[in-house]
Nanobody
């Protein structure tokens, strides 16, 4: 059974850092692209970053470029999202998701089939 479990969320002050983890089971990371998405109440779930099955292509939404980095550890079957210089507008529930053939739109949530339960990130002083 394919499963994704996020961890690493929490409360952080503006300018701080967090690293989110997405532990995958039931499949290997070289068979699915992994995306990170975030959602705040009343808004659409937004694609933040993704990494392809090959591991050699990553994508970021403009608002996080230069601050967030997606990476993966094949041995641990885990994808990470390093978030630096956090801003209050980064607050939300962060989800990781797995999908295939996402190249046409790597941050489109409709292309991702399997989802984790989410982890809360709150950026506030």
């Amino acid at each position: 059974q394919l499963q994704l479990v996020e961890s690493g969320g929490g409360l952080v002050q503006p300018g701080g850092s967090l690293r989110l983890s997405c532990a995958a089971s039931g499949f290997t990371l070289d068979s699915y692209a992994i995306g990170w998405f975030r959602q705040v109440p009343g808004k659409e779930r937004e694609g933040v970053s993704s990494i392809r099955e090959s591991g050699d292509r990553t994508n970021y939404v403009d608002s996080v470029k230069g601050r967030f980095t997606i990476s993966r550890d094949i041995a641990k079957n885990t994808v990470y999202l390093q978030m630096n210089w956090l801003k209050p507008e980064d607050t939300g529930v962060y989800y990781c998701a797995a999908g295939q053939r996402v190249g046409i739109a790597p941050l489109a949530r409709s292309l991702y089939k399997y989802w984790g339960q989410g982890t809360q990130v709150t950026v506030s002083s």
